[in-house]
């Protein structure tokens, strides 16, 4: 009996673990597998347990894990563990953790770390916030002693970084003249997918033909490198027909008529902060399905807000129109983006062309906004070159929202509560000319109520205008022109002002005599006093201050005191001090006429 060697495949090992090192791997968004390696030479069990505590949270069902993320976490705990190292700790196990060591290793980072109190408080937070997670999951595997310092990441008081300012209104207005001009050229420019971009007209027919071979190439190809042959070919035919250094004719200029520039997406992404809203890091990051539930106009765009824990995936309802509008913006941008996605396969919107190639997605534009502001020659507001920070967008375009809401919370808060609207969109630097002029016309306008109710007074050099041209006099409205002279000779008085309308008084029924007492006069805004009533005004000032001695403060206060103050610290001061001293001689208790009600108790 013949027999044969028996095989068997290949074992599926996975990858060697490194000596004295805890390996896992994590599923980023774009499906990839980012490989966590941590230390655990020193602390094998303690080390094990925080990186099964890590590895659950980035692998939660609804929580989105990006490279950087992961790698952000890990940093943070391998600060910890350093820290652990470096003082000395003899903590091997989670059960041996005390409240103490997170104070240590709160002083530990002051010392040992140059960056602020937040960084230091996202630091700490991390061992604790794994913590937590493994108390939540198996309850009882921490200290009972522990649990209360979980509960809070520092003693010391917590601290707002300083707020970013917005950008003024004459500075948003060339933001947006310079946006909208790139993105109607990068229009222009950009031949569609299925088309070829023309050459420029001025060229050679010879030029134009190595142009033309070179555009189908990129259009066949995807990308030409400024050394390819084709590039080679046309760039030796400029210049033997006289167009050496033609910028229309450099690597970045012909590719530039196929695909987005990076100045192309800046200019995108700030007509869209600006217009919409929206944060840069979630515009940066816009899918090219964006668009969703287009009606009346209107249209949503969903986004990723990687901060919103749990709450990752958001709409916002934006104009839809012509390119002017947000909606009309990003469909703008879907079709110029087409020809560069089909290359690279890509469902992110902005994907646009380099030097070297094709970018799928922006990561940043700090640069790409140096070269934007230098291309539209920008300056802020004391005409210096710009300084384009993205992340001010957003501010200043809550600036402008909350000057159209006059400033109410309850409508200008969108997208957060209303106590982070007025801590970090409201109280800004830019807004606070719109705050100061706010409470300035509202001390006006508590000013000129607080004068409806007050006399109007006219002293002895007004009155001479007033006589000497009665036509131009403002005296009051209820007074004719040709009745001016005969109200200051006393045609009208009242026992102490004269009174500009008896029979429409403030305190009454129109067309019926003024009920009050007469010292209301001193409160209605129907009196006239001028210096001719200051003897009588004096002399009731006189009896106010006896009937003080006779009646309690209470009733005197409620039936005195406001027209005592107002003749004593109102009145009288604004009159000439020898006008009122010959007012004072003339003042007798006989000037005055008092009905029962201003003697009875």
């Not at 002279?485 to 102490?496: K, M, N, R, Y």
């Amino acid at each position: 009996m013949s027999g044969r060697r028996a095989s068997f495949p290949p074992p599926e090992t996975a990858p060697p673990r490194p000596l004295g090192a805890v390996r896992f791997e994590v599923q980023v968004e774009s499906g990839e597998r980012v490989t966590v390696v941590l230390d655990d030479r020193s602390r094998p069990r303690l080390v094990r347990a925080f990186a099964a505590s890590l590895h659950d949270g980035l692998t939660a069902p609804g929580v989105v894990c990006t490279p950087t993320k992961i790698r952000t976490q890990v940093d943070q705990l391998r600060r910890f563990f350093h820290f652990l190292d470096a003082a000395g700790e003899t903590v091997d196990t989670i059960a041996a953790i005390e409240p103490g060591l997170f104070d240590r290793y709160e002083a530990w980072l002051k010392q040992n770390t140059v960056a602020g109190a937040i960084f230091r408080r996202h630091l700490l937070s991390r061992p604790i916030l794994l913590l937590r997670r493994m108390e939540e999951l198996e309850p009882g595997v921490l200290p009972p002693t522990l649990l209360p310092r979980l509960t809070y990441l520092s003693l010391e008081p917590y601290k707002n970084s300083r707020p970013r300012d917005a950008y003024s209104g004459a500075v948003a207005a060339r933001i947006r003249r310079a946006a909208r001009t790139q993105v109607v050229e990068a229009g222009r420019r950009i031949a569609l997918e299925g088309h070829l971009p023309p050459p420029p007209a001025d060229l050679h027919p010879i030029v134009k033909e190595h142009f033309q071979r070179l555009v189908e190439g990129i259009a066949r190809d995807g990308w030409a490198m400024s050394k390819d042959p084709l590039f080679d070919s046309m760039r030796q035919r400029a210049i033997y027909y006289g167009a050496p250094r033609r910028k229309d004719l450099s690597c970045v200029a012909v590719h530039a008529r196929f695909y987005l520039t990076a100045v192309d997406v800046v200019a995108f992404i700030t007509l869209l902060s600006l217009g919409a809203g929206l944060e840069i890091e979630c515009l940066r990051e816009l899918k090219v399905d964006c668009l969703k539930n287009p009606a009346r106009g209107f249209i949503d765009i969903a986004y990723l807000k990687r901060r919103a824990h749990g709450a990752e995936w958001k709409t916002i309802r934006v104009r839809d129109g012509g390119a002017t509008t947000p909606g009309g913006l990003v469909r703008l941008a879907i079709r110029l983006t087409a020809r560069a996605r089909s290359r690279l396969g890509s469902d992110r919107l902005w994907v646009w062309g380099c030097l070297n190639g094709l970018i799928d997605g922006m990561t940043h534009g700090t640069v790409a906004a140096q070269y934007f502001v230098r291309d539209h020659d920008l300056v802020d507001d004391q005409g210096r070159v710009l300084r384009l920070e993205l992340s001010r967008l957003r501010k200043t375009y809550k600036a402008e929202w909350y000057v159209k809401t006059g400033g109410q919370l309850e409508t200008f808060a969108q997208g957060h509560s209303v106590a982070v609207a007025a801590e970090h969109y409201a109280d800004i630097p830019a807004l606070k000319s719109v705050h100061e002029a706010t409470i300035v016309a509202a001390l006006d306008d508590a000013l000129a109520i607080a004068h409806l109710d007050e006399p109007r007074i006219v002293t002895p050099s007004q009155e001479a205008a007033i006589r000497n041209d009665p036509g131009a006099a403002d005296l009051h409205a209820a007074v004719a022109t040709n009745a001016v002279i005969p109200f200051l000779d006393g045609a009208q008085d009242v026992w102490l002002a004269g009174c500009a309308n008896f029979y429409e008084s403030p305190f009454g029924k129109s067309g019926q005599a003024c009920p009050s007492p007469f010292w209301t006069c001193l409160d209605c805004p129907n009196a006239v006093i001028t210096a001719r009533k200051l003897p009588a005004l004096i002399a009731f000032m006189s009896f106010t201050v006896e009937q003080r001695e006779v009646l309690a403060s209470d009733d005197w206060e409620t039936k005195f005191g406001r027209a005592h103050r107002r003749i004593r610290n109102q009145i009288l001061p604004a009159f000439p001090k020898s006008t009122v001293n010959a007012a004072r001689a003339d003042a007798t208790a006989d000037l005055l006429y008092l009905p029962p009600e201003a003697t009875a108790p």
